[in-house]
C-alpha cells in the first residue's frame, strides 16, 4: 500500500512525468517519509548531498551566510516541487543550508544510490539528468530575475 | 475662475483626510473635496490616475489605489522616490493637494465578469490593481475565482499586507506572495513573483489576468501567462511612461504610436506584446 | 459662403491691408528682418515687411541677400513659425495662493489682448496650423491656450513663387498651393510689366477686408500668371520626401544601422523641433515665491531629444540619441498618422536649415527606404 502510494506520487510529478514504468519502480525503490518541524535543518552547507527531496507539504528555506552578515533566504521551495540536485554532481556536497519554515512533509530520494544506478545504466542517467537540468534551468533564470532588483531603486 | 471646473489642466483643491504608512517610504493618502462641489464628487474606474499637484513644488502621475464604490474620496497609495513624492506624502491631515483627473483607462473589470480573475503586481503595482480586488469582493458573485499574486522586493517592502491576509480568508480568492530578499524570521515564500504560478490550477480559456508592476516582471509574467495557456487579449498591464498633461497634448508618455495617458495606462497585451520587446521606445 | 472673389492689387495696397486689419482691432504679425533673418513679429505697414530681400538656405545654412525684384514676400520660411503665436513658448497656466495649509487658484491663462492676425502665411504654414488644430483642438481635449488665440485668428496666405533649397512641400502634398482655409491668399507677382497681387478670398471676412481696398477683378491671364509662378515653386523644389508606406517603412526599420549612423551626427541640441511649426511638446515648470504663499505654473515647449523628456522613477526610458532621433523622426513621419491621421510633417525644410549638424531628415528617410532589406537586424 505504502509502495503504491509512493509508486503514484512519483508516477503523477511533472518532473517524472513519461518516465518508463521500470524507472519510475527503482526511484520507488530509493524513496522513503520523511517530516522535518519547523526550524529544523534538512542539510547544512559543506555536508555530504546523498539525497533530494520531493516537498508534499510544507516550505523548505534555501539559506545563505554571507560572512559579517546576518542568514539570507534566497529561495524557498514549497509543495510538489523538488529540492537538492548536489547530489547528481561532483564533488557531491551541500552549497546552502536548507531549513524548513514550517512543518514539512516529503520524499526523500536516496541520491548515492541513484547516482550509482546512473552509471550502470546510462539511458537512466540521462533521463534524471535531462529532468534536473530543467529544475536547475529554472532556478538560475529565477536567480536571474532576482538579480534585476525589480522593485528596488535602480 | 469658471473655467477651473472643466479645465483639466486646472487642479482643483482636496484635503488630506487620513495618510497612512505602508512601509519605510510609502504612503497611503485619503483625499476629500474642499469646496463639496460636484467636481468633488470622486469616482472613477479601477486603474485610472489622477494628477496631483504639490503647492509650487510640482504634479505627480499617481494611481487611485481606493475603493470604487466608495464616493466623495479618492485615495492614493505614493512612494517618496523623489522632491516631489517626498513633499507628497509629507502633508499633514487638513492640507490641501491639487487634483486633476481622473484619467485614463481603466481595468477591464466588466469584461472580467463571469470569469476568474488574476491580479499579478510587484511592489507597489499592487495600488492601481486595488480597487479591482475591491470591485471583485463586493461584487463577489460575477466573478469566479480571484487570484492575487504578489512580489515585492522585502518584506518590509510589502503594501497592504493585512488586507493580502484579509483578502486570503475570502471566498474562492487565492491569495500567493512572495518577496525576493528574505531574512531568517520571513516565514512566507521567496523567489520572483513568476514561481507562484505552479501552484496555481488556472482555467485559462475563463480567465482574465491583471498585471502591473515594473515593466520588465509584466513582460515575464506576461510570457508565462502565454506559456500557461492565457490568450494575450485575456492579459491586460498597466504601463508607465513620463505623464505631464494626462490629456494627451504635451507629447511625453509617448509610447510607440500611442499616449500612455489617454490611450492607457491599461493596454490589452495582444496590442502591446510586440512594442514591449523594443529597448528605449 | 460667397463666391470666391480674385482680385488685382497694386503692392500699395498691401500696407493699407495692414491698416485695415489693424484698424479692426487686430494686432498684425507678419515676416520681417531681424538679426539676419527673417522673423514674425508685429507690422505697423508694409515698411516693415521684408522688401528687396530673399534667402538662401541648405542643411545647416541660411543667410538674407539681397533680392533682385524688389518684392515684399520675396523670401521663404525663417526660423520661427505662427506657432510661436498660437502655441506659445512659455505660458502661465495660473497662479495659486495658500493659507494654513489650503491653496487657491487665483486665474487662468489670459488670451492675447487683441486678436491676431498673420500676414504672410505660406501654403505649409498653413498646413502646420491645421495639423497642431486636430493635435490642439480637435482631440479628446481643447487647449485653452491655442484655442484662445486660434479661434478668432485672421490668416493672409502667400502663396509661394519660388522655393529655397529646404523645401519639399510639394512631395508632402501641403504646397506651393494654398490649399487650407486663409481668409485671405495673396501671390505676389513681379515680372517685365510690373509688381502686383493676386487676392483670392472666399468667405465674409475675407472680402470684407479686401472690399476695402482699391482692386479690379483679375483677369484669368492674370489668374494664369499666378498659377503658372506658383507651379514654378513646385518645379524648383530639389528636396522630396517618398511618403509611399512611410508608417510602415518606419515602424519595420525600428532597428535599422541608419540610426546609429544618424545618431553619430546629431547633437541632441532640440532646434528642429523649436523651428518645427507642428511640434508641439510641453512641459510644466512650478514655481514658487520666497514666501512659499504664492505659486506658479508654466507651460513651455519641450523637446523629445533631452533625456529628461523621457524620465521616469529610474532613470529616461531613451537614453541614446540614436532613440532620441528615432523617436522624433517617427513619431513625426509615422505614429503622427496613427494619432492625428495626417503626417506630422508639411515640408517646409525648417529642421534641415536649422539643424547644426546639417541633418536632412528627406535624406535619413531615404537611406533606411534604401536598405529596407538588410534592415531589421537585432541590436
Not at chain 3, 480637435?138 to 523645401?167: E, I
Request: proline share 5%.
Amino acid at each position: 500500500m505504502e509502495t503504491q502510494t509512493l509508486e503514484k506520487i512519483i508516477a503523477e510529478h511533472p518532473y517524472f512525468a513519461g518516465l518508463e514504468p521500470e524507472y519510475t519502480s527503482l526511484l520507488v525503490g530509493c524513496a522513503s517519509n520523511v517530516r522535518f518541524d519547523a526550524g529544523r535543518y534538512l542539510w547544512r552547507e559543506g555536508e555530504e548531498a546523498n539525497q533530494f527531496y520531493l516537498i508534499r507539504e510544507g516550505r523548505v528555506a534555501i539559506e545563505m551566510m554571507p560572512p559579517h552578515r546576518k542568514a539570507i533566504v534566497v529561495e524557498t521551495v514549497g509543495e510538489g516541487e523538488i529540492l537538492g540536485w548536489s547530489w547528481l554532481l561532483p564533488p557531491y556536497t551541500w552549497r546552502f543550508h536548507a531549513r524548513a519554515v514550517e512543518m514539512t512533509r516529503a520524499l526523500a530520494l536516496d541520491g548515492k544510490c541513484l547516482r550509482n544506478k546512473c552509471e550502470q545504466n546510462h539511458d537512466l542517467g540521462y533521463e534524471l539528468l535531462k529532468r534536473f537540468a530543467q529544475i536547475i534551468n529554472h532556478r538560475l533564470d529565477a536567480t536571474r530575475m532576482q538579480l534585476l532588483d525589480l522593485y528596488g531603486k535602480r | 475662475m469658471a473655467n477651473a471646473e472643466i479645465d483639466p489642466m486646472m487642479p482643483r483643491p482636496w484635503v488630506v483626510r487620513r495618510i497612512s504608512k505602508e512601509t519605510p517610504d510609502t504612503f497611503t493618502l485619503a483625499l476629500e473635496p474642499s469646496d463639496g462641489g460636484p467636481s468633488g464628487r470622486g469616482g472613477f474606474q479601477p486603474g485610472q490616475f489622477s494628477m496631483l499637484w504639490v503647492f509650487g513644488v510640482g504634479e505627480l502621475p499617481i494611481s487611485i489605489s481606493g475603493d470604487p464604490a466608495e464616493e466623495g474620496s479618492l485615495t492614493y497609495t505614493v512612494r517618496s522616490v523623489g522632491p516631489a513624492t517626498q513633499a507628497l506624502v509629507s502633508h499633514g491631515a487638513g492640507q490641501s493637494v491639487g487634483v486633476r483627473g481622473p484619467f485614463g483607462t481603466g481595468w477591464p473589470v466588466a469584461g472580467a465578469e463571469g470569469k476568474d480573475v488574476v491580479v499579478v503586481a510587484g511592489g507597489i503595482g499592487l495600488a492601481p490593481l486595488r480597487p479591482v480586488i475591491y470591485h471583485v469582493l463586493r461584487h463577489r458573485d460575477r466573478f469566479g475565482r480571484l487570484v492575487i499574486l504578489y512580489g515585492a522586493r522585502s518584506p518590509r517592502d510589502m503594501i497592504y499586507r493585512k488586507e493580502l491576509a484579509a483578502w486570503a480568508r475570502h471566498k474562492d480568492t487565492q491569495v500567493l506572495s512572495t518577496v525576493d530578499y528574505g531574512g531568517v524570521a520571513w516565514r512566507g515564500r521567496v523567489g520572483v513573483v513568476t514561481s507562484l504560478f505552479k501552484y496555481l490550477r488556472l482555467q485559462p480559456a475563463r480567465t482574465t489576468a491583471m498585471l502591473c508592476g515594473p515593466e520588465i516582471m509584466m513582460r515575464l509574467v506576461a510570457r508565462e501567462l502565454a506559456a500557461r495557456g492565457l490568450a494575450a487579449g485575456d492579459v491586460y498591464l498597466s504601463m508607465e511612461r513620463n505623464m505631464k498633461c494626462a490629456v494627451g497634448s504635451c507629447g511625453h508618455c509617448q509610447w510607440g504610436p500611442h499616449f500612455i495617458c489617454k490611450d492607457g495606462p491599461v493596454f490589452s497585451y495582444a496590442h502591446i506584446a510586440a512594442m514591449l520587446d523594443r529597448y528605449e521606445l | 459662403m460667397a463666391e470666391r472673389l480674385q482680385a488685382r492689387l497694386a503692392p500699395e495696397e498691401i500696407d493699407k491691408l495692414i491698416r485695415g486689419l489693424a484698424r479692426r482691432g487686430y494686432q498684425v504679425l507678419g515676416p520681417t528682418v531681424r538679426d539676419g533673418a527673417i522673423v514674425y513679429d508685429e507690422v505697423a505697414g508694409a515698411q516693415d515687411l521684408p522688401r528687396g530681400w530673399t534667402d538662401e538656405q541648405e542643411a545647416g545654412r541660411y543667410r538674407l541677400k539681397p533680392g533682385t525684384d524688389g518684392a515684399l514676400f520675396g523670401c521663404s520660411v525663417g526660423p520661427e513659425s505662427w506657432k510661436k503665436y498660437l502655441h506659445p513658448a512659455q505660458v502661465k497656466l495660473f497662479e495659486a495662493d495658500r493659507q494654513d495649509g489650503l491653496f487657491r487658484i487665483l486665474g487662468g491663462p489670459a488670451p492675447p489682448a487683441r486678436p491676431y492676425a498673420f500676414l504672410g502665411v505660406r501654403a505649409c504654414e498653413l498646413a502646420a496650423i491645421a495639423v497642431q488644430d486636430r493635435v490642439l483642438l480637435q482631440d479628446k481635449y481643447r487647449d485653452p491656450v491655442y484655442g484662445s488665440r486660434r479661434d478668432p485668428a485672421f490668416l493672409v496666405a502667400v502663396q509661394c513663387t519660388q522655393a529655397a533649397a529646404t523645401c519639399f512641400c510639394a512631395s508632402m502634398g501641403t504646397g506651393p498651393q494654398v490649399r487650407g482655409a486663409a481668409d485671405l491668399t495673396l501671390t505676389e507677382i513681379v515680372n517685365a510689366e510690373g509688381h502686383w497681387f493676386l487676392a483670392e478670398a472666399d468667405g465674409d471676412r475675407g472680402q470684407e477686408v479686401l472690399a476695402e481696398l482699391d482692386r479690379r477683378p483679375a483677369t484669368d491671364e492674370e489668374l494664369r500668371l499666378a498659377r503658372t509662378a506658383v507651379e514654378s515653386a513646385a518645379a524648383q523644389q530639389v528636396r522630396r520626401m517618398d511618403t509611399a508606406g512611410i508608417r510602415d517603412l518606419l515602424y519595420q526599420n525600428f532597428e535599422h544601422p541608419r540610426w546609429d549612423e544618424v545618431a553619430a551626427r546629431c547633437l541632441t541640441c532640440a532646434n528642429c523641433t523649436m523651428v518645427c511649426p507642428t511640434c508641439f511638446c510641453t512641459t510644466v515648470e512650478d514655481d514658487s515665491g520666497v514666501t512659499g504663499d504664492r505659486a506658479e505654473r508654466w507651460r513651455r515647449w519641450d523637446s523629445c531629444f533631452t533625456m529628461a523628456f523621457s524620465y521616469i522613477h529610474g532613470g529616461s526610458v531613451r537614453t541614446s540619441s540614436k532613440a532620441r532621433y528615432r523617436q522624433w523622426l517617427t513619431h513625426k513621419l509615422a505614429s503622427w498618422i496613427d494619432q492625428f491621421g495626417s503626417s506630422g510633417c508639411v515640408g517646409c525644410g525648417r529642421c534641415i536649415a536649422w539643424c547644426p549638424a546639417g541633418i536632412d531628415l528627406t535624406e535619413e528617410v531615404h537611406a533606411i527606404r534604401g536598405a529596407v532589406n538588410h534592415g531589421n537586424t537585432d541590436a
